[in-house]
């Protein structure tokens, strides 16, 4: 389905990212990976992918925080192998504190690569889905980008944004047969989420497991975290042409958290 296609996938290193790389690339689309490694790990990752796959693969760890090695990262990307054709907006980074005490640089890169960044790959990336007449947006916000939670400040009003921004790009792109969409996990099994999970077992003095289920119910009545897998599975069929009339959605894949 994605043969021919190339797919940009930031934070594509580890979690929900990696997952959805390897669901794209079984299905022949070419990869733009991105993370937190080394140039010699990331180059490694890449040839892992192709030769597994029969793919091409680019990779980079340009710092999401810095407008200008966006541009240049997408800039490479695109001479590399030729478009953007699938946009996949994954990076995040966390960080919990009440808003009266949080800091000012954790504010600061939470919003730079939780949401300016989608901004600017975007912008970077539309011009070759214009001239293609084909394109997919996909936005990882979070169930936090439709309701709030104690601690988040900076993380739901990222979240919240990203849902904002990829409406209006869906507006401006519709008629250019581009989608623009976002969606909003709720608990996933990541290993991001075990620092959190040991928290809750060492303060009620329970089991890895015990506390695994009670943080995943204390917000949604599904007791169980969503695989990275099925959230890659998501984003291919957002990539279908079946969910061509899908656009500026903002989609739940939370276990009816916000169904309450």
Not at 24 to 39: D, F, Q, R, T, Y
Not at 81 to 91: E, F, H, T
Not at 122 to 138: F, T, Y
Not at 188 to 205: K, S, Y
């Amino acid at each position: 389905m994605l043969h021919n296609k190339t797919a940009l996938i930031t934070g594509s290193t580890s979690g929900i990212g990696l997952a959805a790389a390897h669901v794209l690339a079984e299905n022949n689309c070419n990869l733009v990976l991105h993370g937190l490694m080394s140039e010699e790990e990331g180059q490694a990752l890449a040839a892992q992918f192709s030769s597994t796959y029969g793919i091409n693969v680019f990779f980079s760890n340009a710092d999401l925080r810095e407008p200008q090695a966006i541009a240049h990262f997408m800039e490479q990307a695109i001479n590399e192998l030729g478009s953007i054709d699938i946009l996949v907006n994954n990076a995040g980074i966390q960080h919990t504190e009440c808003a009266a005490d949080f800091p000012l640089n954790k504010w600061n890169d939470i919003i730079a690569i939780n949401l300016s960044a989608s901004f600017h790959t975007i912008q970077q990336a539309l011009p070759s889905m214009e001239k293609n007449g084909w394109g997919r947006i996909i936005n990882i916000a979070s169930v936090h980008g439709l309701v709030g939670s104690k601690n988040k400040s900076a993380y739901c009003a990222a979240k919240h944004g990203i849902v904002g921004l990829t409406k209006v790009i869906a507006l401006e792109c519709a008629e250019m047969g581009i989608t623009a969409n976002a969606i909003c996990p709720g608990w996933v099994d990541t290993p991001l989420i075990n620092n959190q999970i040991e928290q809750v077992a060492h303060e009620q003095a329970t089991t890895f497991e015990d506390a695994k289920y009670k943080l995943v119910t204390a917000k949604q009545p599904l007791p169980e975290m969503a695989d990275p897998r099925q959230i890659g599975e998501f984003i291919l069929f957002l990539c279908s042409d079946g969910a061509r009339s899908i656009t500026g959605a903002a989609l739940p894949m939370d276990g009816a958290w916000t169904a309450q």
